[in-house]
């Protein structure tokens, strides 16, 4: 298995939990659109979005009722990006992947996920 591929390994499992923890029950003319932050650490280059898109494209092509957005940011640019997103009140459901540099910055903004997982 390839490097790339493990690495988002870790990224497809928290947006099966996150999905998995929406509500089931939607009318057929509502769709819950779920965001994918990407590019506070890595994330960002070509390839790595290509995979990414692919999960996207996949994840939404499956069912109707979550529609999956990535939002992409330059690696440069994206702690700011971040920030204005949160203070905007409009923050993405899912960040990642996130280096330590990312995570450490944001300490106290993640959602532990750990319960969702557990059950």
Do not use: C, H
Not at 51 to 78: G, H, M, P, R, Y
């Amino acid at each position: 298995m390839s490097r790339k591929l493990l690495r988002l390994v870790p990224i497809m499992l928290i947006v099966v939990v996150v999905l998995g923890a929406l509500p089931a029950s939607t009318s057929a003319r509502e769709s819950i659109t779920v965001t994918w932050f990407i590019g506070l650490g890595t994330g960002g280059q070509p390839a790595q979005l290509e995979a990414e898109q692919k999960v996207v494209d996949d994840f939404n092509a499956s069912q109707d009722a979550i529609k999956l957005e990535i939002i992409v940011a330059e690696n440069s640019v994206a702690p700011d990006t971040l920030s204005t997103l949160i203070a905007s009140g409009q923050a993405p459901d899912i960040v990642g992947p996130v280096g330590g540099d990312g995570a450490n910055r944001f300490y106290g903004s993640w959602l532990d996920l750990q319960p969702l997982v557990d059950s």
